[in-house]
Each structure stands twice: as C-alpha cells, then as structure tokens.
C-alpha cells in the first residue's frame, strides 16, 4: 500500500495520528477543518471516555448519552449506539477514533479515543 496517499484527519489530531499504531506509518496527513470540533455545539461539561486507549469497551463519564457516532480516522461512520454510555470496541481495527455524543438534552461533545489491541 502507498504510504504518501493523502489521509484527512480532525484538525487538532495529528500528534495522535502520527504516533498511533499503524497510522504512523502515513506521510501525508492533512487536517480536515470540516472534521474539527464546532465550538459552539461543544457544552462545558467535563465529559470524559475510559480507558483511552481501550481495547474492549469504553466509558462515557460526565453526561448521559443518548446517542455515540464513532468515526474513524477517514471520517467514516463505523458504528453508532443509543442509550448507552459503554461503546463495544471489540470489532474494531486499532487506531484514533472520535466520539461525536449527543446526549439526553440535545448537546453535541466530541471525544477522541484510540484502540489498541
């Protein structure tokens, strides 16, 4: 495979990326602004996921979640739960992922995890 291919990722992450398993093998990373936080649907809630890096489930602290997306590196939707604040992980490949979690009163938080098997 062509390690120099172009691979988008969050804007804020690339320390994350270049020294993750596997994806530090990349050389072309560019950061995708349409990727990033929006700031203003980010609460000031304190919400935490762990453990970081995980390698069966994670832990959704600090708010009740009514909805987890996790994307991957590429942006990609891989799975989405609802209802729940632990997210299986087991079935995924190592690497960065976000969380984007909508939680019971509407308000969106971003949280980045790795995966490490």
Not at 10 to 19: E, F, I, R
Not at 33 to 40: A, H, I, Q, R
Not at 44 to 59: G, H, I, S
Request: hydrophobic share 35%; charged share 20%; net charge negative.
């Amino acid at each position: 495979m062509n390690k120099d291919i172009p691979v988008h990722i969050p804007v804020g992450t690339l320390a994350d990326y270049q020294s993750a398993p596997y994806w530090n093998e990349f050389t072309n990373f560019i950061e995708d602004g349409l990727m990033s936080v929006d700031e203003e649907e980010t609460s000031l809630v304190q919400v935490t996921c762990y453990p970081n890096p995980a390698k069966e489930k994670v832990t959704i602290d600090g708010i009740e979640a009514a909805e987890v997306q996790v994307y991957n590196a590429l942006g990609q939707l891989v799975k989405t739960v609802r209802n729940s604040n632990e997210i299986g992980v087991e079935g995924l490949p190592e690497g960065v992922y976000l969380l984007h979690i909508h939680d019971k009163q509407g308000v969106s938080h971003t949280n980045r995890i790795t995966i490490a098997k």
